[in-house]
């Protein structure tokens, strides 16, 4: 039998071809990375590695000096076309090695019109074991045009955003062809065990959305439960001398046991009284709340501190509330009310009074209250947007509702035939592209049913409890930020 052996001097080891494939003519394509390996006995340096056309297949990155034995070094060549067709190169790599000058061919195709813009997104993000309610520290993604036109992202959300937060690190709004963006996610376990979530990466580039799968293990007694509340909330304008509306507060048992919550207390009850709590024992998976009201005693910024003292991790937990004192009154507002039809399992919600007096009396056969409302603005409330309402009957026998407040995604339903536009029924406030709500507004979540049951419907709520909920219901989230904000409400 004969054995190979290791070649006593050096030698270097390196892929004989890189294909870039179409490439629009006058922008550069991401990097390829080309890696050299050390399959012989001695250390090889080297000594250049040039491109027969560098202006076309640039070299950069070089890390290749001395390689020991066994060892690699890597280097990176990108395509820059400078006209359409096949377009060529040379990569050399030289050193002390056995059989240099080595060779690699670099091709691509120039096109005169622009390819489309694709992002390459990693598959998986992976964190290990984490303790149950501490974050680890944010891992960094880089998305990667590799398409030849400049791709947006629409948004970067997390199925999970609890345990698997989104946070942005530079300007992942328009990408470049050749370009890159980064965002980071943290992983804080709610409950001891394996953990997961979906970020998804909604964009113009083709493919889109894609997915990257994330997860971790959280460690800890699984006999300690933990809630999760909102960390801020600001409730916006009240007239000075006056009472505002009561404002809920929803917590929820994120983890696999039991919470008791022994005191709910504010630490300025004069302005922010509690009104209502009805925590006391929360179990796995359900939520308790409690309401407040805020009554200024002087113009401007008011605040005080709720804290929630419980057996669960992380107690006590406190959420930070402000409030402005005004001298006149606060913008008008419109109730809206939610409605439930079982036959559909489908969601509706209105403002308008006939139509609530038809839903309530079975004029409306099937529809029922669910006990949800949010408020919207009156039409022509300063700093607003109008929102549309389409309404469909395209999937008999079932019908749905649905509401945009943006300007081009109305124009696009209302070029559908579809679905039939019902007119501008309320206001609303538009959250950023990280889905953050301006003060005095709260963040209303779409939910899509992604076609359940042969029929579109969307459910529209402030709930983070009802938003897992359908979550886990199979809906997708839709909007701005990792939790998908549609909109935003008048507290």
């Known amino acids: 039998m004969q054995v190979a052996s290791t070649p006593a001097g050096g030698q270097l080891s390196l892929q004989s071809s890189i294909a870039f494939g179409a490439q629009t003519v006058g922008t550069t394509s991401a990097a390829t990375v080309v890696t050299v390996s050390n399959v012989g006995g001695s250390a090889v340096t080297v000594s250049g590695i040039q491109s027969s056309v560098p202006a076309e297949f640039a070299v950069s990155a070089n890390t290749c000096a001395t390689v020991q034995p066994g060892g690699q070094c890597t280097f990176s060549v990108t395509f820059t076309p400078a006209a359409a067709g096949a377009r060529s190169a040379t990569i050399t790599v030289t050193s002390n090695g056995a ?3 080595q060779a690699v061919n670099a091709t691509g195709t120039g096109s005169s019109v622009a390819t489309p813009g694709q992002l390459s997104v990693p598959p998986t993000v992976v964190f290990g074991t984490i303790a149950v309610g501490t974050p680890s520290s944010p891992t960094v993604l880089t998305l990667t045009n590799t398409g030849g036109s400049p791709v947006t992202i629409s ?3 997390s199925s999970a955003a609890g345990e698997f937060a989104v946070s942005q690190l530079n300007n992942c709004s328009t990408v470049a062809p050749g370009a890159q963006c980064v965002f980071s996610v943290t992983f804080t376990p709610a409950a001891p065990g394996a953990r997961s979530a979906t970020i998804t990466v909604t964009s113009s580039g083709v493919g889109s959305p894609q997915t990257i799968n994330a997860s971790g293990t959280g460690a800890g007694s699984s006999g300690q439960g933990q809630l999760a509340v909102d960390a801020t909330l600001d409730v916006g304008s009240v007239l000075v001398g ?6 809920t507060v929803t917590i929820v048992n994120v983890s696999s046991a039991a919470v008791q919550v022994s005191s709910i207390g504010s630490s300025n009850p004069a302005e922010f009284a509690i009104t209502q709590a009805n925590c006391g024992t929360v179990a796995v998976g359900a939520s308790c709340s409690f309401s407040f009201t805020f009554a200024p005693s002087a113009v401007g910024v008011r605040s005080a501190t709720m804290t929630v003292v419980s057996n669960g991790i992380g107690s006590p937990q406190t959420v930070a509330v402000t409030g402005t004192g005004t001298a006149t009154p606060p913008p008008a507002t419109v109730q809206l009310i939610e409605y439930y039809h079982a036959a559909f399992d489908h969601y509706f919600i209105t403002g308008i009074a006939d139509e609530i007096t038809k839903l309530d009396n079975g004029t409306f056969v099937g529809w ?9 603005y009156p039409s022509g409330t300063a700093g607003t947007v109008v929102v549309c309402r389409f309404f469909s009957t395209s999937f008999d026998p079932k019908s749905s509702h649905f509401y945009t407040p943006f300007a081009n995604e109305c124009a696009i339903v209302k070029a559908n035939p579809d679905w ?9 406030a538009i959250p950023d592209i990280n889905g953050v709500c301006q003060a005095g507004t709260i963040p209303i979540y779409r939910l899509y049913n992604n076609g359940q049951g042969a029929a579109p419907n969307h459910r529209y709520t402030r ?6 909920q359908m979550i886990a219901a199979g ?10 904000v549609i909109m935003c409400a008048p507290i």
């Open 420 to 428: 039939l536009f019902e007119g501008e029924v309320f206001n609303m």
């Open 368 to 376: 029922v209250r669910t006990g949800l409302t949010f408020k919207g």
């Open 155 to 157: 948004g970067i959300a």
């Open 99 to 101: 059989g240099s000058p």
């Open 463 to 468: 709930d983070l409890a009802v938003r897992a």
């Open 475 to 484: 809906w997708i989230p839709e909007g701005y930020g990792p939790l998908g």
């Open 242 to 247: 006056s009472t505002g509306a009561p404002v």
